[in-house]
């Protein structure tokens, strides 16, 4: 496999490998799709208030909100009977965080206070509450009444804000988004019917206030979890997919392999199993889900193993653990790092390689025989120009935090969005 170091690779060129490859998106309504009000969103995570130190008021002071356009607050928690507040000192209680317009006057604190304050001075950014739970939405999917107390509940904690007794957040969430990782076979239909009950009750709701209410969902990679979803159907209730475009490939393999890889490539060993973006976005699309309500999920965090032989720069070899992680690092997990950490690694004996034919980028240290799976802003920018080549609805980061001080792969993201989408 031909790689590159990517610091001798010139913007000319990979735009032009990356519209020559473009020719692998097959489905042509999606080439013909408009292109105009791109989506750019990110997760934040209630928790990074707390490690990592990065919180809502990060997003003013950095400029990520003057890019988003949406952001998503994992997670809500729910039950097999509705949603409950999965840390209630981050989400309401604590009145500690740093503010973005003045003080917090309470009775509300904590992170929803702050996304009050951000919604403020930015007054068209939607901001969606993320709920997740597997076995609970299977649950309360099973049966009607099941579904109809549970999207009710729901409704009632995070968009009527009734969060604690004379504590109201009502007007933080302008939609919810299901996580749901991930529908087995036998929650094939009544996915989509607890689906179809979260769109009827937020249009009831809405009658009622004059407000439109957003409904987005996780849309899952790998063949094996989206046959589970009646993805046409479903998708006509949703707003849009939040399609996952990483994770392909991690440490629960032995082999390394790039974890977020636009395309495929003959020499990749496990290529039958299609897992790349592209093959992902084409099923999408080959199962009657428009382009435009699919967006595109880029990671802000790399995948990493150790003992990896420097054959092919390390690529598609065997590994002895996962890498071992930078004691300073968010995610405190082997074999994955931030963006904010793999940014500088080659400081520290790395080398980076960009793939060409599978518009990925990785690292690898010959001391020490590790390598890295992650995204750069050569990767982030290409992927903007399959974005808008294939008419698709956007895309979106996991997650805020994770990003390197200047927010460079979330602006380069929305950079490439908003230009092409004009």
């Known amino acids: 496999m031909q790689t590159h170091s990517f610091a001798r690779l010139r913007p000319i060129l990979l735009s032009a490998w990356m519209i020559s490859s473009l020719a692998l998106v097959t489905c042509a309504t999606a080439l013909a799709a408009d292109d105009r009000g791109k989506v750019v969103g990110g997760y934040f995570e209630e928790w990074s208030i707390y490690f990592a130190n990065f919180n809502i008021a990060n997003l003013e002071n ?45 009775p509300l604190y904590g992170n929803f206070a702050a996304l009050q304050q951000l919604k403020q001075l930015h007054p068209n950014l939607k901001v969606l ?41 009502a007007g933080v969430f302008d939609g919810i988004d299901i996580d749901w990782e991930f529908p087995a076979a036998s929650d094939k239909q009544n996915a989509t019917l607890l689906l179809r009950e979260f769109r009827k009750q937020l249009i009831a709701l809405g009658e009622t206030n004059n407000r439109r209410y957003l409904l987005t969902m996780f849309g899952a990679a790998g063949q094996q979890n989206f046959s589970n979803i009646e993805l046409a159907k479903v998708g006509r209730v949703l707003d849009f997919y939040n399609v996952q475009g990483y994770d392909f490939h991690g440490t629960w393999e032995t082999s390394t392999n790039h974890a977020s890889p636009l395309f495929d490539d003959r020499r990749d060993p496990v290529q039958s199993e299609n897992f790349n973006i592209d093959f992902t976005i084409n099923s999408y699309l080959r199962a009657g889900v428009p382009a435009r309500k699919l967006v595109l999920g880029i990671p802000l965090y790399g995948r990493g193993w150790t003992g990896v032989p420097k054959t092919n720069h390390g690529l598609y070899q065997t590994s002895t653990a996962p890498a071992p992680f930078d004691p300073a690092d968010f995610l405190q997990t082997p074999g994955v790092e931030t963006y904010l950490t793999l940014s500088t690694a080659t400081s520290s004996g790395y080398k980076s390689y960009f793939d060409r034919r599978r518009i990925a980028v990785s690292l690898y240290n010959p001391a020490t025989e590790t390598w890295w799976s992650y995204d750069d802003p050569t990767t982030v920018q290409l992927k903007t120009i399959y974005i808008s080549r294939a008419g698709l609805g956007g895309a979106f980061v996991w997650a805020v935090k994770d990003d390197d001080l200047n927010a460079t792969l979330i602006k380069t993201m929305a950079a490439g969005l908003t230009r092409r989408g004009r």
């Open 62 to 106: 950095n400029g990520v909100a003057d890019k988003l356009t949406h952001l998503n607050y994992a997670f809500g928690g729910v039950s097999s009977t509705g949603c409950f507040i999965a840390d209630s000192w981050a989400d309401y209680q604590t009145p500690y965080l740093p503010t973005i317009t003045g003080p917090y006057t309470g």
């Open 129 to 169: 509450i993320s709920l997740a739970g597997a076995d609970a939405f299977s649950t309360a999917a099973s049966t009607a009444a099941g579904r109809q107390a549970f999207v009710a509940s729901c409704i009632d904690l995070f968009i009527n804000g009734n969060v604690a007794p004379g504590i109201s957040a």
